[in-house]
């Protein structure tokens, strides 16, 4: 792990039933129409990452910007923010490797303590380590206005198990296919992100088969 924290005092800009007669068939494709007619619609609730880095609220008080992860991209954003941040309040810089990190969860949750009223969190990284990273700070108190997120990619994503209940990082995507780190089930990822949980919900991808 790399930890650095930083202040940034004022920095300036530098940085389908099926009858066919009166005989009732129960083969497969009734059944899958059956089924078609009774799920309801899928209607995806998933994260809508902003296309460009939102700009800091202006209105801050002070500023702390969390970048996770050793991508040109996120540091790209760091950057950014920091340049625009630095200008109108005082601007903390956190460095963390991942949040799959004992140690770096840690130390976000060490900057969250020292954070006052006033203060807007904004962080950068893969989706995994931001979505995690913002569901920390929500559990620690912060509310929606208070956080800004930006995913430089989507490659990953957090996973809720709805079976043995545990939550991992799986380089997958909704629609796609994975095994549970933990039951070792194979889960489907749902197009359903909760933000309470801070995961995609997964379930057993074989779970509608009747054979
Ligand atoms: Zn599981």
Redesign the pocket.
């Known amino acids: 792990m790399s930890l650095h924290l930083r202040m940034f005092p004022r920095v300036r800009s530098t940085l389908s039933n099926h009858k066919t007669d009166n005989t009732f068939h129960l083969d497969q494709g009734a059944m899958n129409t059956a089924v078609a007619d009774t799920l309801p619609p899928r209607i995806p609730s998933v994260p809508h990452w902003p296309v460009t880095p939102p700009p800091p609220n202006p209105a801050a008080a002070s500023y702390l910007i969390v970048a996770i992860g050793a991508l040109e991209s996120t540091a790209r954003v760091v950057n950014q923010w920091i340049s625009q941040a630095g200008e109108t309040a005082p601007t903390q810089l956190l460095t963390l490797d991942s949040m799959e990190s004992s140690t770096d969860r840690a130390a976000l949750v060490r900057a969250l303590d020292c954070a006052y009223t006033g203060v807007r969190i904004l962080v950068t990284g893969g989706q995994y380590d931001v979505i995690v990273a913002l569901t920390a700070a929500r559990d620690h108190g912060a509310i929606a206005c208070e956080l800004t997120g930006f995913a430089v990619h989507t490659r990953d994503a957090p996973v809720y198990?709805a079976?043995?209940r545990?939550t991992f990082r799986a380089q997958a995507e909704p629609g796609e296919l994975i095994m549970?780190a933990?039951?070792a089930?194979t889960?489907e990822i749902h197009e359903h992100f909760t933000s309470a949980l801070g995961s995609f919900l997964a379930s057993d991808a074989h779970a509608r088969e009747i054979v």
């Open positions: 198990c079976h043995c545990n549970c933990h039951c089930r889960l």
